[in-house]
Every structure is written in C-alpha cells, then in structure tokens.
C-alpha cells in the first residue's frame, strides 16, 4: 500500500525535516515547524525539463522574443519586455499597489489585442471590476477569474488560452493534492511548483503575487525566489505617492533597473522623469536643504535631503532619520565633531529625504554632512549646487561609482556648481562644460566651496 509522505516544514523559510523541530536551524525561528503533505509526484516535476545530455554548442536558442506591455517603467525592469514561458514574483506590502500595476499592465496588453487572464483570490469581481473602472481597465479582452484552487485555474486556462496569466496572490491559492491550509509554506511552494510547469509547457508568461511580511521577505517560503525567473519587488511609503519597482532576481534580464510610478486617483502614472517629480517640492534658497544625485540601479535620479540641528533638552542628544540609515549619521556626526571640533554632535539632529524614497548608498554621505552643517551654521547651500562623495572615518572624501551619470543628469536639470571626490574629477569637465567643479579630498575643504 502506498503510504503518504509527510514532513514537516518551517512556516517561516520553507525548511524541511523529517521530524518536528522546536527551532529552525535555517532562519533560527522558533516554533515554526507544521506537517504537511509532500506532493507525490514531486520528482515528475522535472520532466518538462528533461533532455539528454547535449553539447552546449548544439543546443538550439530560438530568439527570446519579449511581449511589450507598453508599460515603459515595466518593460525597462524586465529587461525590455515579457519573456514567453517565464515566472515572474511581483512583492509588496499590501496597498502598495499590486494588483492596480497588474491590472493596469494587463489592460494594456488587452488595449493591444491579446486576450489577458486576471485570476484573483483575493477580491471578488465586483471588486475587481470597480477599481478597472477605477483605473480605466475595461477592455474585452481582459478576463477576470475569481478562483483559489489551483487545478480549477488551470481548467480554465486551456479554455481561455490567455497570452499572459496573472496570478493574485499565490498565497491564496491552494491544491487539492495536499491537505494543509491555502498559505501554508506547503501550499505556496506546490502552487508555485504548478504554475512554473505551467508557463514552461505552454510559454505563458505568468505574474505571481506575494505578499511581504513585515520584515520584507515574501511571506512563507523563501523558495519562492529561487523557483521563479524574476522577482519584482514593488516599494513606496503609504504616506507619499511614489512608487519603485525593483528587479531582485532577473534570469532575462539586469537586476539593476528600476520603474518609478506615481499613484494617482486613477491608478499609478508611469514618472518618466524621477529627478523633477522629487524636486518639485523645493523652495529656494532654505537652510538645510542640499540636492543628491542618487543612482537607482543604472538610473540617476536628485533628491533633496534635508537636515535640522536643534539644541538638545536631554542628556543624550537626539538622532532621528527618515529615508537614510540611523548607524550611517551617528558615524557622520562622529566624524564631523572630530574633524570640526565645534560640538555639532551634542544636538540633536534630524535628516529627511524628500518624498519619502529611501537610499542607502554612501554616495549620499557628503549630502547628509552637507545638510546638517548648513543647518548648524544657519546658512543656505547655493541653489543650483549637488554634491556627492563617500566619506571615511578620517574625514576623507572617496570615490562613488557612476559619477558621469550623476553629474550629466544633474546638468541635465539646471545644476551648474558640484562638490565631489577629488579622485574622480579628471575628465569630467570635458563632459559637462556648463557644470564648475569642486573636487575635495576632505571634509576639512568642503566649507570653502559648499555655500
Ligand atoms: P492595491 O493595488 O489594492 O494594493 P495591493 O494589491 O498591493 O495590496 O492598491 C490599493 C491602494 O492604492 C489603496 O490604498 C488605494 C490606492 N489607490 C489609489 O490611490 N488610486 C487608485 O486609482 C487605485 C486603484 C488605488
Ligand atoms: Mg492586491
């Protein structure tokens, strides 16, 4: 008789043992173990894939045409378009904007004559058909289908035969096959399983949906990421309108695009210029204020970030930070009290970036120092002035990585004074005539060219 294979897997990572454990050695949570029901014919999984062994040389490659979506911001992150066949994991904080970015991305596919599949597990038509009309995504050839259970969407796929699937969310999903709840790490990695066998024997392209927990990793299993082409991550604050789209993971393409969207009350409107929608904001000549050229994969976008030192009521001076890394200004203030002496690191401090996007490169560093001095001198940094550059431990300024971006774009938009690594200003001035040239090589310099 044919037993049922069970196992136990951690709810948190996707960690699989033979037995209960009361701590997961893979992500060390604890208590997340549950029994689930491996999948029977696991192994048959693979055989889509199966072909003898074949000299590299000889294996044939048909052209990857790619599906335009005419979505730019979209196309661009998945390295120019729709591959037939692939996966791609679209993850976000709910409300971020998923479904209305899918639904939009599909209406314009159904705009251009392909007829579309939007599966749904999460609202119900009535819902669905609201915020299409919501975002004018009433097209005919835009289908919607409210329906968990995995073999009965394939049922309707081969009836429909979409020319792209959009999967809402693969949390909600569930197989037949196994008995554990829809979201169960088990569920989720079947359903992903099935719909990577899917894309791969009909060309489909299909988008999964995955939620993200509160720490930022698509909630479940972490092999959702290795089992699919490509992962989107869709960012953004609540608070603020815009929006990024990332690629992590991309087997078709660079990781290192980004889309940038604004979401509106019509749904989200593609920002074709970054740099204008994040300064549009800007007053003139303010204390504290100073314009970063920021690099968003291979994309410059300015932002300003803003700095503001107050006296400190409390024994220990405040440092509070919106958008830039908290660790990252308690060392900049530590190096700019030893390099000024002027006790800037007894008050409190503040930095905010502008429109709610968040940056973590070093880049940004002179920008921060340049933020709070201007506020701690109480003297406005010149308007037309960016300023970029790593900054060390002893206050020296080192290198960034694709300045000619940064400074071409920030020329581009009206800036005509920088301050940057020394090392890095050779050539530069051929490229950009109409912008002056500050190199430093410390922070000690800075104060002569910043105001
Ligand atoms: P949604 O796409 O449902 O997010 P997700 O699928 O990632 O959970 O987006 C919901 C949010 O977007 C909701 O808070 C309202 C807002 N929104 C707009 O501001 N404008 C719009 O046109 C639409 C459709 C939604
Ligand atoms: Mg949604």
Redesign the pocket.
């Known amino acids: 008789m044919k037993q049922t294979k069970t196992a136990f897997f951690c709810q948190s990572c996707g960690y699989q043992s033979g037995k209960w454990l009361g701590k997961c050695p893979a992500c060390n949570e604890w208590n997340q173990f549950a029994e689930e029901k491996i999948s029977s014919d696991e192994k048959g999984a693979l055989t889509p894939f199966g072909t003898p062994p074949l000299s590299i040389h000889d294996i044939p490659i048909e052209e990857t045409e790619r599906i335009k979506t005419g979505v730019e911001e979209i196309d661009r992150v998945l390295g120019g378009g729709i591959v037939h066949g692939s996966v791609v994991l679209v993850g ?10 899918l639904l939009q991305v599909l209406q314009k596919l159904a705009a251009q004559g392909s007829k579309v599949l939007y599966v749904s597990g999460e609202e119900s038509a009535k819902q669905i058909r609201l ?1 299409g009309q ?2 004018s995504a009433l097209s005919r050839n835009l289908l919607v289908l409210t329906e968990i259970s995995i073999e009965k969407i394939t049922t309707h796929l081969k009836d429909v035969q979409p020319s792209v699937l959009v999967v ?1 969310s693969i949390q909600t999903t569930y197989s037949d096959t196994l008995s554990s709840a829809p979201g169960s790490v088990g569920q989720v990695r079947e359903g992903a399983q099935q719909f990577v066998l899917l894309a791969k024997k009909t060309g489909i392209p299909v988008f999964l ?1 995955g939620h993200v927990t509160k720490d930022g990793a698509i909630a479940g299993p972490k092999i959702l990421e290795h089992m699919v082409d490509t992962v989107l991550y ?1 960012e953004g604050d ?1 608070g603020h309108p815009y929006r990024i789209i990332r690629a992590i993971k991309n087997r078709y393409g660079p990781t290192n695009e980004v889309g940038v969207f604004e ?5 989200l409107r593609e920002v074709a210029n970054p740099s204008s929608f994040f300064l549009t904001e800007r007053t003139d000549e303010t204390v504290g204020s100073v314009v970063v050229p920021t690099m968003e994969g291979t994309r410059p976008i300015l932002i300003e970030i803003q700095g503001l030192v107050g006296t400190s009521g409390f024994g220990a001076p405040r440092r509070t930070t919106m958008g830039v890394d908290h660790n990252r200004i308690s060392l900049l203030v530590a190096v700019m009290d030893k390099v000024w002496k002027e006790g800037i690191g007894n008050h409190d401090i503040f930095i905010n970036v502008t429109g709610g996007i968040k940056i973590d490169e070093p880049a940004a560093d002179l920008g921060i120092v340049s933020a709070i001095i201007s506020s701690f001198m109480n003297r406005p940094i010149d308007q037309k002035t960016i300023v970029f550059g790593e900054v060390g431990l002893t206050g020296e300024i080192r290198r960034v990585s694709q300045i000619q971006e940064r400074v071409k774009e920030a020329a581009r938009m009206g800036f005509n004074r920088c301050l940057m690594p020394k090392a890095q200003a050779d050539n530069l001035s051929s490229l950009t005539p109409k912008m002056a040239l500050f190199p430093i090589n410390s922070l000690k310099e800075m104060l002569e060219y910043l105001f």
Do not use: N, Y
């Not at 976000?92 to 970015?101: A, D, F, N, R, V």
């Not at 979401?263 to 749904?267: L, R, S, T």
């Open positions: 976000g904080e709910p409300g971020i904007g998923k479904s209305t970015l915020r919501r975002v809402d949906v869709f609540s979401m509106a009350h019509d749904g």
